[in-house]
């Protein structure tokens, strides 16, 4: 036992600084997943960790309910998550739903009875294959975006963020700006909000900053941690219940157009076919050379 270097007040090893961390089987399947979860129930944000839930209030005004938060969202689940209750969804239950997908293309293996072989065959998403309240029509399986998302002081402390349905265009649509003007959604700090006028809770995207180098460099190392496998949602994890909207049917994706091949070289003479007007060569639109002109620029064409 004389060994033994003491805990307390001592450096970490010379012999132990380039060792790789281990991943972490003391805290697997403890405390609701070992990540915690945000709510948008009620057009209200609320963080779930450890099995309590705390409404996150205006730090301006701490008697207010927060109406935005201000998140880095690390990475994003790129395949759609799919969940289906058979008897509906009862507010507030923690039971696991009757079949579910985390990758939108099939149902997840520890599905005892899946309701199809693949989730694009599948009846229960459909649209019309449920019928709200309120008459509207909508999918019996809910489709939501699994987004992994931090506070920008707290990068290390990844968040689970469901997208519903109805907020799947707006966040798209806030991706799509940002990768034209060549910005990774996890190096800006983005505004998420509320959209007032949407009857279920609708969410808004809008860039407020850009991360420090020193920030960035936390969000590389943290996308390393087997935790944001967990979720975005790996095989077996069963997901948790995003709010019900009756959002209208997705517009189809526009077919790709195939890639061009070249003519091949025909050894006998044949009438020669008329050839395709070649395509103009795309403009390269020449990025502004500081990150503040690029902010800048940014926010006017994004700012509501």
């Known amino acids: ?24 089987e003391l805290a697997a399947n403890v405390g609701g997943g070992g990540f915690p979860v945000m709510s948008i129930k ?31 969202i690390l990475k994003a689940n790129p395949n759609l998550s799919k969940i289906w209750y058979a008897k509906g969804y009862t507010e507030g239950s923690d039971s696991k739903p009757d079949c579910f997908s985390n990758d939108g293309i099939a149902p997840d293996p520890s599905v005892e009875k899946p309701q199809s072989k693949k989730c694009s065959t599948c009846s229960k998403n459909e649209w019309g294959s449920k019928v709200s309240e309120d008459g509207k029509k909508m999918k019996a399986c809910q489709d939501s975006r699994r987004l992994a998302v931090a506070a920008p002081d707290r990068i290390n402390d990844p968040i689970l963020l469901r997208v519903p349905a109805a907020t799947l265009k707006p966040l798209a649509e806030y991706g799509n700006d940002l990768a034209k003007r060549s910005v990774p959604y996890s ?8 959209d007032r006028d ?7 995207f809008k860039p407020v900053g850009f991360l420090s180098e020193e920030q960035y460099g936390e969000v590389q190392d943290i ?3 087997e935790v944001l496998a967990s979720i975005l949602g790996k095989p077996g994890e069963a997901p948790v219940m995003a709010e019900e909207t009756t959002a209208e049917p997705p517009a ?8 061009k091949v070249e003519k091949p070289v025909k050894e006998e003479p044949v009438a020669e ?14 990025e502004e050379s500081s990150l ?13």
């Open 292 to 304: 503040e002109a690029e902010l800048e620029g940014l926010l006017d064409e994004l700012d509501d």
């Open 273 to 286: 076919k008329p050839k395709a007007a070649k395509k103009p060569e795309p403009k390269v639109v020449e």
């Open 223 to 225: 996308l390393k941690d």
């Open 42 to 72: 009620g057009k209200q944000f609320a963080l779930t960790r450890g099995g309590e839930r705390k409404t996150l209030m205006n730090p301006n005004d701490p008697d207010e309910v927060a109406t935005s938060i201000n998140v880095v």
């Open 1 to 24: 036992m004389s060994n033994i270097i003491p805990f307390e007040g001592s450096k970490l090893p010379a012999f132990l600084k380039n060792a790789q961390p281990t991943a972490n």
């Open 252 to 259: 189809p994706a526009e077919e790709a157009k195939p890639a």
């Open 187 to 194: 190096a800006v700090v983005t505004k998420v909000g509320f």
């Open 198 to 204: 949407a009857a279920a809770p609708k969410l808004t």
